[in-house]
């Protein structure tokens, strides 16, 4: 039982007809034979009919005029082609009165059998009512622009505005079409904006133009039009009217940020001043100017780090020197024509001194007349180029950026029939200050770039020689991105014993900075090359040394982040020409390139090491043996990586062109570079080419040493023979003197086995070789002392002396120059 109760009280779902009695619209369901189907509480509210005495009745009896059966015809035909119809309809209200309602019958559909339609309601909108002479006034004289066309799109009405901006009387435009008024292509788009509308009904707003100005033919305004359909009783569109607005300030101000943005990507796009300069001229011609010039102050060209001047350093000179940077021109041939890019000038538009580029404001001339006296007197000759070239407004704009005065570009035209205007005084203002920045940005550039590559030229070796053992050939190419030149390098360092060291490496980073640490690794591998360090014991103090630089660079601060790591990549080798060996030790540097006799090229095996500024890990040396006459070539990552940044491919690139013989040594290096970077690279590229050659066994002599005193005299005796077989008999006393005391020295203070060898190359060299790693120690002697002056003797009698560690010993050697 509590069930079946619950169940008869649960709520009836409302259906569609319960939906549509209960809106709160003023709407009504009506048969196609006038009969009244639905109700709306809305419609209710609105005419206070109650649904119950309505729906079922005749909806004619609502009315308060009699329908026209036709009309109510017309309509249901309307309706069923989904037009509907809409209009204004008088009712009869509950209470006995008249309501004027916007009656709107936008639907035909079906019940059961019956058509019916949807019918909605809403009370007319309070109007205020005019005089036809005040509204007639106000449209007359309204600030925008009106006029009423029919359909055959000529003018019926038209207000004083449009009269005006159109400079077309009104008695010639009524009856008449915009065609046939303003032949172009513009009226012919109107035209067919207007017809458009009469089509479909469907208004045109804010449709943008540029057009002549009738009152004024040589200026351009832009106008914005709206086009809206006349629409009759029946809703059917009768005319157009449309609605003109000047817009012409509107429009500068977008086409002059548009311009502005346009400059951003056109001018600047290159860090040199020059190119910056004739940019700028580039783009103001045509559009912005006939004519532009862009001088600029000498010290801005030049390279000596001097600056521009600054604009509070007091009272300019009275005539500037400048030099033309940018000349650009719509004429062939230019009213500056005596005066090309690069050429001196001192133009200031009359009467106006050197103060203008410092302090001045720009120069605005509408009218340019040459014949006036000023012009006439101060600049004669550009007065008849004026003249010649019909310039007739000019507007002068001083170049300054960041406190510095940097020259002036003047704008001028002569085919554009319209004047300079203060308006565009702002578009060149903004045109120069952007153009102003980067030509300073170019100018700083350019003098850190010359600096840098000057510091760097000037810590890279001069002239490279391999003495007897390697011919030796080299190209150095700066950095040409923004970044500057980097820290790449390499020397070629004269040994001991005929050897040579060879050294290339690469700093991270660029500019002068990198330049700087470059010249201090460089005079730091000279130092512990002549300390005779074995490649991979100078890499480990070379690594010591960046680590130190880099605690430097980062004040000590260990947490500093990886953007401040100071490190470079280095490749060392010595290579000993009486054996042939090259040993070698690479700090994350690429190998070198080895091309044998034959042709055969190949990249030796070795352990990359990690860069240097790390830390922490050895590094490993390997030994090569190389035929004499072989290439041997370091190089920088800058040469090999290319555009594509492929090292591997740029290697075998590298390959191949080393690989072809022909040229000699110079050649071939120089060739390889062009060929390898056709174009400029955002890196310094160094290539170091190497020949070797070996000392014969008629240059190379040497004899074991017995660990006994009475053998000095021996040794001594076929030294000096040897020394008289070479030809060199002049060295036969200093040479006696210095295998005397070496030998004497390492029987007295060293381990056996001892042996002496002496070579011939390009100097006279004496070594002697023994098992101790106690190496001797120059002293000077007191007046007193019987002995101690034996290195010292040897010092002053060679041209230079020295020790150097061996996996059996030590050497100890002395070099004599050859006459």
């Not at 060392?572 to 055969?600: E, I, K, L, W």
Request: proline residues 6%; charged residues 25%.
């Amino acid at each position: 039982m509590d069930s079946a109760r619950k169940d008869s009280d649960a709520p009836t779902p409302a259906g569609p007809r319960d939906l549509f009695d209960a809106s709160t619209d003023a709407a009504a369901v009506v048969s196609a034979d006038g009969v009244v189907a639905g109700w709306t509480r809305g419609a209710e509210a609105l005419l206070g009919h109650p649904a119950a005495e309505v729906v079922g009745g005749s909806a004619a009896r609502l009315l308060a005029v009699r329908a026209d059966p036709g009309r109510v015809a017309g309509i249901a035909e309307r309706c069923r082609t989904g037009m509907g119809w809409s209009g204004l309809v008088p009712v009869r209200h509950h209470d006995g009165g008249r309501v004027d309602v916007d009656l709107r019958v936008s639907a035909s559909f079906r019940i059961g059998e019956n058509e019916c339609f949807l019918v909605s309601a809403r009370r007319q909108r309070q109007q205020w009512t005019v005089g036809q002479s005040v509204l007639d006034g106000f449209l007359t004289r309204s600030p925008v622009g009106m006029a009423v066309m029919d359909v055959q799109l000529r003018y019926v009405w038209l207000n004083d505005t449009l009269e005006r901006l159109g400079g077309v009387p009104r008695e010639e435009r009524l009856g008449r079409r915009l065609s046939e008024l303003l032949p172009g292509l513009q009226a012919e788009t109107l035209e067919g904006l207007m017809r458009k509308v009469l089509a479909t009904g469907v208004p045109v707003t804010d449709y943008e133009y540029v057009g002549w100005s009738w009152a004024d033919p040589h200026r351009q305004r832009a106008y914005s039009t709206s086009f809206f359909p006349l629409v009759d009783a029946d809703n059917c569109v009768t005319g157009v009217c449309y609605m003109v607005l000047d817009v012409t300030e509107r429009w500068s101000a977008r086409r002059l940020l548009s311009l502005v943005n346009e400059a951003g990507t056109s001018i600047g796009r290159t860090l040199d001043v020059m190119r910056t300069a004739q940019e700028l001229a580039d783009f103001a011609v045509p559009r912005f100017a006939d004519y532009v010039i862009v001088d600029l102050l000498e010290p801005v060209l030049s390279t000596e780090g001097h600056g521009a001047w600054l604009t509070d350093a007091g009272p300019a000179p009275a005539r500037p020197v400048m030099r033309r940077a940018g000349l650009s021109s719509v004429r062939e041939g230019s009213p500056e024509a005596v005066a090309r890019v690069g050429d001196r000038v001192d133009f200031l538009p009359p009467p106006h001194d050197a103060n203008l580029l410092v302090g001045g404001e720009p120069i605005l001339i509408p009218v340019l007349d040459p014949d006036d006296d000023l012009w006439v007197a101060q600049e004669p000759a550009r007065a008849a180029r004026i003249r010649e070239f019909g310039l007739h407004s000019l507007i002068s704009v001083p170049m300054r950026a960041r406190n510095t005065a940097l020259g002036l570009t003047t704008f001028a035209r002569s085919l554009n029939p319209v004047a300079f205007e203060p308006d565009d005084v702002l578009v060149a203002r903004e045109l120069v200050a952007r153009a102003a920045l980067c030509v300073d940005n170019a100018r700083r550039y350019t003098r850190e770039h010359t600096a840098a590559v000057t510091l760097q030229r000037s810590l890279l070796p001069q002239a490279l020689t391999g003495g007897t053992a390697l011919e030796v050939a080299s190209s150095y190419l700066p950095a040409e991105a923004t970044g500057g030149v980097g820290g790449d390098w390499f020397d070629v360092l004269p040994l001991s014993g005929a050897r040579v060291g060879l050294v290339v490496g690469d700093v991270v980073g660029h500019g002068i900075a990198a330049a700087a640490t470059m010249g201090r690794l460089r005079t730091a591998v000279q130092t512990l090359a002549d300390m005779e360090l074995p490649p991979d014991d100078l890499l480990a103090h070379l690594d010591d040394l960046v680590l130190r630089l880099g605690e430097e660079e980062t004040g000590g601060d260990t947490g500093e982040s990886m953007t401040s790591f100071l490190g470079a990549t280095c490749l060392y080798a010595v290579y000993d020409p009486v054996t042939r060996r090259c040993t070698m030790a690479r700090a994350g540097h690429p190998p070198p390139v080895v091309v044998t006799p034959d042709g055969n090229v190949y990249f030796p095996e070795l352990p990359a090491g990690p860069p240097l500024g790390l830390g922490g890990m050895a590094f490993e040396a390997t030994e090569i043996e190389l035929a004499e006459n072989s290439l041997f070539g370091l190089y920088t990552d800058g040469l090999v990586e290319g555009t594509d940044r492929d090292m591997e491919l740029g290697m075998s690139r590298l390959a191949d062109v080393l690989g072809r013989p022909g040229p000699d040594l110079g050649t071939l290096c120089a060739s390889a570079v062009r060929r390898l970077v056709p174009v400029p690279q955002p890196d310094d590229i160094a290539l170091l080419l190497t020949r070797t050659h070996a000392l014969g066994a008629d240059q190379v002599i040497s004899w074991d040493v017995p660990v006994d005193p009475a053998a000095v005299g021996g040794v001594r005796a076929r030294a000096i023979r040897q020394v008289e077989a070479w030809g060199v008999g002049e060295l036969a006393m200093t040479t006696e003197l210095i295998v005397s005391e070496l030998v004497t020295n390492a029987i007295r203070h060293a381990a056996p086995p001892i042996r002496l060898r002496m070579l011939r190359d390009s100097r006279l060299t004496c070594e002697v070789a023994d098992a101790s790693s106690t190496a001797p120690r120059l002293r000077h002697a007191r007046s007193t002392d019987e002995g101690g002056r034996g290195l010292f003797l040897v010092a002053q009698m060679a041209h230079r002396w020295g020790a150097r560690y061996t996996a059996d010993g030590k050497i100890i050697w002395a070099e004599q120059e050859i006459p």
